[in-house]
């Protein structure tokens, strides 16, 4: 049954409002304050094909939402001395060394800036889902001399990266890793690679008109080819909602969760990593990820972008709310999940239908949010 805390109710009104005015299909929006569950919404219909309604319980793909749940993954791992950020990727993964990325440190990963916003070499559908593959691949892979490149979003290159470096450092795949260290100690409905017999709760993603393109850009800039996303081409939705990409658990981009877990997840770290009494990391490690390291505009989107360590920061879109201290991961096609600090609050947006910026959903949300915490 969904929930509105007192003082909520204009969350509850957005969220009705999505529906009846801006043609949500299916959706949830959840929200913590003060380790407290103050929000908790959904509605619509998970799948329209069949007429399967939204539950408390439904899994829709985060996307690039995933990112932020692989950069804890990182940060816990810094804060047991087993990996420096501004060590060499090489250290932890020879091979990467190879072609002149001796000197890319994991920051430079995890801040975009490793020159690898895209594959180069060819690769198959079945590649794209194996980890070792596309690891290898962009380990064989020089890094761009267009100094665009320098920094640019990395959509799925940044999951191979950051997965190889946790892989090799820990021993453990991302999604074994978060499930230990994150999941399970906070009681969380998320999965980085989604087990057969939770493939029945998935959301079926789908795409608005306009929102995916051709297999490739209508582009001579070989720099724009190299980094088309292979996963928003006009059939996408066909791959997004196969049992083989559910199962896969790309790092980047293939978690599954409620918005409630998500949430959950970034309650805890705006309460400096403790929640209900269960420490997922030292309050130091948070301000870690959260201190800017980077900002500045996105050559590839033309918007502006800042980066804390993995995470994504507010900047004057303010695409986490208008709470100027967010940060959190966005979502391909709308979705948004992050923490306001100052406000001890965390929040996550999730639906199924994919969009184009800007995207009206999550605004109208954060904004009624933020004035209920005002």
Known sequence: ???????????????????????????????????????????????????????????????????????????????????????????????????????????????????????????????????????????????????????????????????EVVQRTDGRDIGGFFGDEFARPLGLDVWIGLPDEHHARAAVMSAAPGVLTGPLPDTDDPLLVSVHNPLTVADAPTLWNSAMFRRAGLPAVGAFATARSMARFYACLAAGGELDGVRVLAPSTVELGRWERRRGVDPMWGAPMAYGVGFELNTELETFGPAPDAFGHAGFGGSRHGAWPGDAVGFSYAMNETRTAPDQRPMALLAALRQATR
């Open 1 to 163: 049954m969904t929930f509105t805390a007192p003082g909520f109710e204009a969350v509850a009104e957005a969220f009705h409002r999505n529906f009846t005015e801006l043609g949500e299909i299916g959706g949830a929006f959840a929200a913590y304050r003060d380790g407290e569950l103050v929000v908790d919404l959904w509605g619509g219909e998970a799948d329209p094909a069949t007429g399967r309604s939204w539950q408390a319980d439904t899994l829709p793909l985060i996307f690039s939402g995933t990112k932020g749940l692989v950069t804890a993954c990182v940060l816990l791992l810094v804060e047991r001395g087993l990996l420096a950020l501004d060590a060499p990727v090489a250290r932890y993964w020879p091979e990467f060394a190879a072609e002149g990325k001796q000197a890319i440190t994991v920051a430079d990963v995890l801040t975009h800036r490793s020159r690898l916003p895209g594959l180069r070499a060819p690769f198959t559908t079945g590649d794209l889902m194996d980890q070792k593959t596309m690891a290898g691949l962009l380990a064989a892979q020089a890094p761009e001399t267009d100094p665009r490149a320098e920094f640019m979003y990395h959509a799925l290159t940044f999951g191979w990266l950051v997965g």
